[in-house]
Structure formats: C-alpha cells, structure tokens
C-alpha cells in the first residue's frame, strides 16, 4: 500500500473495526438488557454521561503524557485491551451499578487510547490528505459499529430466552472475542514512530500555549457538545415506541450511514473551509434532536419516519467526528498534537455528562420531548457558535 493508505493507517483501521464490533454490540442491546432488570431513562443517561466523562478526561491527561515521552503506542494498546474487556462483566449484573462500574472501566480504556491514536494518524499521511486519512479511519470504525449491532440483533433472535435478561447475557460474554482481536491488531499491526522524549513539557503551560484559533474551535465543540446525548438514548426512544429489536437495527442503520458517510466527508474536508463543513453536521446534529422530540410529541411510530431520525445521526456523527479530528491537527504542531486532542476530549467529555444526563433527566421527571428539544437547542447554539467564529476570522 502507497500514499495515505499505508500500513499503520490500515492496522488502526483494522483495530478500531474489531474494537468496535465489540462494544458497539453490547450498546445496541444495552437499553433492552437493562429494561430487563428495572432500570430508568435516567440511570441509563447518567451511566453514559458518567462513562463519557471519564473517557473525556482521562484523554486529557494521556495525551499530554505522550507528548512527554515520545510514544504512544504502548498506551493506546492498553486501551484497547481495557475497552475491549471490561464490558463483558455485564454478564453478571442484576443493577445498573455494575453496568456503570465496567462503562467506566472500558471508557476508561477509550480514553487513554484516543488521543494518542488520532496523534499517530495525524501523523501518518501528508498534511493535504489528512482529512482523507481521518474519514477512512471513522468509516472503518463505524463499519464495525454496523457489524456488532447487527449481531446483538440477530442473537437476541437465536439465543434462549430462559429469562428475559439471558439472551443479553450471552452477548455481553461474545463481544470478548473482537475486543480482544482489538487489541491484537494493535499490538501486531502498527508500528510506530517514536518520537524524542520531552521532560520538560509542562501539561499547564502547554495547555495555555493553545492558540486562540483553536481556543475558539473549542467554545464551539462545548456548546455542541452539550447537547450532544449517547445514542443508545435514541435506540431508548425507539424500544419505547416500537421494541427493542427494531431499535437494535435502526442504530446499524444509523452507522451504516456514518460508515458511509465519514469518507466523502474526509474527502471533502480536504478540499473546502473545514469548521463550515463542521458547523453543517452540528446543524444536522440538531435536526436530528428536534426530530427525536417531534416523534414523541405525535406519537409518530412509522418505520420510515424513525429511520429518518437515524440517517440524521448518521450523517450528523460522520461529519462531527471526521472534522474534529482533521481540524486540530491543521492548528497544532506535531509535538502538542496528544495534548490538543486529549483538551477536545475533555471538553467533549464535560458536554457528553451534560447532554446525556440532562436528556436522561428530563425525560423522566418532565418528557422525552423535553429532553430531546433541550438538547436540539444547545448543538444547534454550537452550530451558529462555529459559524460566527468563521465571520470573525
């Protein structure tokens, strides 16, 4: 393989495929599972707003350290091994607790993983190709996320219901067999290029070293961000107005869309103003909340009006996270590059606890309506955030 498909852009394609066959089966029938056992809406917002937060935290501090020490490689396959592992503990769970306890651990993994691994994509292609690299890599991603769902749904068909939480049960003990492959084809696969160690390179001075162009990107990434609720609350919305089942498949449609999505959107972003490409999916991203609350308000059921909605996620998803990965990597030096994407993942990280438990919140002590239009209102100020900064410059 020659130019922007070469070898590490392949092995991280590879391991992030596997990655998430694994744990995106487990969310598709997560909601279901734990509907099995008595749990709320709003223990399932807080759970993913929780787990979000320590992933998005927990890239703050990784990706300053491997700009320290100059690799990453090491810390991004313990990730893998920890995200790919720690889900399957739900297999013993009787109370959300638990469930809380192993999303925490496996995000926890997520997040020691994620900048770093995006640093060594940045730099692994030419910078005119960068957005090209970034879209392979989700599109490749995501086709796992399309993958694992669609073997949670077909399971829930095939195994045993003895009890109604069994057949979740069984699930959450196969999603080990593509974690672990994760993890493998990181360690096997990719080779890194190490860079020269830095002792001196203070986390806070680097932090504040930010320029102001992507100090202004990230008022942006928060304002959306904190409308930007877990999908598995989508896939909640959808066991409650058709079953759990059709849920399950309307989240592989869902990231059939984004798989699909996330490469023309690279394409796209290496020929054209990149943070309006990005301002056009959070727009999509607040369609796509106001969409959700409008199925609630009239009650709307159909097949094809709920698929809608998860064609927008989609779509709204293959952009946002194509774009902001892409775009950091045009404003920061390769050496602060770890810190720069560990900073966004915290900021998104605090937007990810808002968004999911205020969602989760509302739709149990007000209604789903209100919860899915508050969050409509927050990405789409995000939307108009990014647009204005693009005036301004």
């Known amino acids: 393989m020659t130019g922007w498909l070469n070898r590490n852009v392949a092995g991280m394609a590879v391991t992030s495929f596997c990655a998430d066959v694994g744990y995106e089966m487990v969310s598709a029938v997560l909601p279901g599972f734990l509907a099995s056992i008595g749990v709320a809406a709003a223990a399932l917002g807080w759970i993913e707003g929780v787990a979000d937060a320590v992933s998005s935290f927990v890239k703050l501090g ?9 690799h990453r490689k090491p810390i991004v396959a313990l990730g893998y091994f920890l995200s790919g592992t720690a889900l399957s503990v739900f297999a013993v ?6 469930v809380l306890a192993g999303r925490m ?15 060594m994509l940045s730099e692994s292609s030419p910078p005119e ?3 090209k690299v970034f879209g392979a890599h989700r599109a490749s991603d995501t086709a796992g996320a399309v993958i694992g769902p669609l073997l949670g749904a077909w399971l829930l068909t095939r195994l045993p219901h003895s009890t109604p939480s069994s057949p979740f049960r069984t699930i959450f003990l196969v999603s080990l067999i593509p974690g672990l492959m994760s993890f493998f084809a990181m360690v096997f696969i990719v080779k890194e290029r190490r860079g020269v160690p830095n002792p001196r390179h203070k986390f806070w001075k680097s932090v504040r070293a930010m320029p102001r162009e992507y100090r202004r990107f990230l008022v942006a990434v928060a304002l959306f961000g904190s409308g930007d609720f ?16 059709l849920g399950a498949l309307l989240y592989v449609v869902r990231n059939l869309v984004y798989a699909l999505a996330a490469f023309p959107a690279g394409a796209l972003a290496d020929r054209m103003n990149q943070p309006r490409l990005l301002a056009v999916g959070y727009g999509l991203g607040a369609l796509t909340a106001f969409s959700a609350a409008h199925c609630f308000f009239w009650h709307v059921t159909s097949t094809a009006a709920l698929t809608g909605v998860f064609v927008l996620a989609g779509l709204f998803v293959a952009i ?16 602060d590059r770890g810190t720069a994407y560990g ?38 100020s995000g939307a108009a955030a990014l647009a204005a900064g693009q005036q301004r410059a």
């Open 62 to 70: 990784s990706g300053w350290y491997g700009d320290r020490v100059g």
């Open 93 to 98: 769970a009787v109370s959300w607790p638990l």
């Open 105 to 119: 651990v496996a995000w926890f993994g997520k997040g020691i993983r994620g900048p770093l691994r995006d640093a």
């Open 129 to 131: 190709v960068r957005g």
């Open 230 to 245: 877990a999908p598995t609350l989508l896939i909640l919305a959808v066991t409650q107005l058709r079953g759990a089942e």
């Open 320 to 335: 946002q996270d194509t774009l902001e990965g892409t775009i950091p990597a045009g404003l920061i030096a390769a050496s």
């Open 343 to 380: 900073i966004l993942g915290a900021v998104n990280g605090v937007g990810d606890l808002i968004a999911s438990g205020l969602v989760g919140t509302l739709w149990t002590l007000v209604s789903p309506v209100a919860g899915f239009a508050a969050a409509g209102v927050l990405m789409a």
